[in-house]
């Protein structure tokens, strides 16, 4: 069955209808397809172009085919366009050819679509953004459970400064509330209603679009047919969004891959999320957060294929558009997939303090401390650099860690330096001087810890 025909003297090739089949994939909308078309007959039925009676019979129909469609078997063996010729033929088969041709006045394939993504992509985002929510839950429980633990901070893979270990587990929360803000804005831009656009040029009847736009939920209707019928800008602000969260997700799980491996040792995993080896006995392996890692990857890519499709099409609908949805399904399925996998991840973690406190001291991520302590001493900053890098040097040649200089031998070593600085060489010591707002002190990180759950309540609400 087709939607179109009339104007033709024959039908499509075989192999031109199996090419441009689309149910395969967009059978994933058949209940928000359902949904709209009985808001579209309740809006026919306003303007009189459907009686009461035939509402109700259609509604009837469509209500009775949101139950069914759960089934398995609902779509068969079916070789049709689209989903949407699938609900016309099971309508006429439940109430008739006449009738069932009635709920395409008044819309085109183009509007319908739309309206069936954006319904879709609605309730998507709001399944993202709840296991955002419960991955953030998680971090900051995982933060809360070691205020204390020092960690050595790193830049170029390399230690750098000491930091607090909730520190370091705040930064993800604010990648991470970002994204919850993307999403927001994202939703806003999905839920406009675009039923009444027409193919391109508006509908001809007088549907109340305001009305069917608060029968769906949306919080407004779109301004401009022709915008609507050759737009994916909101689906491309969805990939946007999706794209920075498994970007997060993966630097996430790049550092723990290394910090939960033996050259750091640092923290474990469950058994739940690790994996053994076929070959090798004593193996176990981060599967989860290498394929979270692998599946950003993925998902980046149908980012890339959505721009590609769109970039050179001209104005309003083009058939290339029917491209976007398979890329859009695999990503919000990879998206909210590997959500849950990192907080299921997150809950198994057990940091191991003492080894990157052990870390820390070890290496000379006190040296900043001990470069500030001379610049508020009076001395110009770049000349403290280079004193204390002179120190650093100085114990790579001895075999000396920061710890096993005394303040006898600091000052001795050079004369900037005043005994009251060598407590700044235990790296716990050097927290304190970064109480500013943002840094790693230690009642800077309690309040933002603080701040960071009360803020996690207001992304409850919906």
């Not at 990157?356 to 001379?374: G, I, N």
């Amino acid at each position: 069955m087709k939607l179109w025909g009339g104007r033709f003297e024959g039908g499509p090739s075989e192999v031109f209808d199996r090419f441009g089949r689309s149910l395969h994939f967009d059978k994933e909308l058949i209940d928000v397809d359902l949904r709209g078309s009985i808001a579209h007959a309740k809006g026919l039925h306003k303007i009189g172009i459907l009686s009461a009676d035939e509402m109700a019979r259609l509604t009837a129909a469509l209500e009775a085919m949101r139950t069914e469609c759960r089934a398995a078997d609902f779509f068969g063996n079916s070789e049709e366009e689209d989903v949407h010729t699938v609900v016309i033929r099971k309508l006429k088969e439940r109430v008739g050819a006449d009738l069932a041709d009635k709920i395409h006045t008044g819309r085109s394939r183009n509007d319908q679509v739309s309206l069936d993504v954006r319904l879709w992509l609605r309730e998507r985002i709001d399944d993202a953004r709840r296991l955002l929510v419960q991955l953030l839950e998680e971090l900051l429980k995982l933060a809360a459970r070691y205020p204390d633990a020092l960690i050595p901070g790193y830049t170029h893979t390399r230690r750098a400064q000491p930091v607090l270990w909730p520190h370091y587990i705040l930064s993800f929360f604010e990648m991470f509330a970002r994204d919850h803000e993307r999403l927001l804005d994202a939703r806003r831009r999905v839920n406009v209603m675009p039923l009444g656009s027409g193919a391109l040029a508006g509908s001809g009847f007088p549907i109340d679009r305001q009305a069917v736009a608060e029968e769906l939920g949306f919080d407004s209707v779109t301004r401009n047919s022709m915008d609507v019928s050759g737009d994916r800008d909101f689906l491309l602000d969805f990939e946007h969004a999706a794209n920075l969260i498994m970007l997060h997700l993966s630097r996430l799980a790049e550092d723990w891959i290394l910090y939960t491996g033996e050259e750091y040792r640092w923290m474990d995993l469950g058994d739940g999320v690790t994996s053994g080896s076929s070959m090798m006995p004593q193996k176990r392996n981060p599967d989860s957060l290498e394929l979270i890692r692998g599946k950003a990857g993925r998902v980046f890519g149908t980012y890339m294929a959505l721009l590609v499709t769109m970039k050179g099409l001209p104005t309003t609908y083009n058939r290339d558009m029917q491209e976007d949805k398979e890329p859009l399904f695999d990503a919000v399925n990879q998206l909210l997939s590997s959500l849950e996998m990192a907080r299921v991840v997150v809950e198994t973690a057990v940091l191991k303090p003492e080894v990157p406190r052990r870390a820390a001291e070890e290496s000379w991520a006190v040296a900043t401390d001990l470069a500030d302590a001379l610049a508020r001493n009076g001395m110009p900053f770049h000349q403290a650099h280079k004193v204390v890098g002179r120190l650093v040097l100085e114990s790579v040649r001895a075999g000396k860690h920061a710890r096993d200089w005394t303040a006898a031998e600091l000052c001795a070593f050079d004369a900037s330096f005043k005994p009251e600085m060598a407590p700044l060489l235990d790296p716990r010591e050097g927290l304190a001087t970064r109480e500013i707002r943002g840094g790693t002190g230690p009642q800077a990180v309690a309040t933002a810890l603080k701040e960071a759950f009360e803020r996690l309540q207001s992304m409850r609400r919906p």
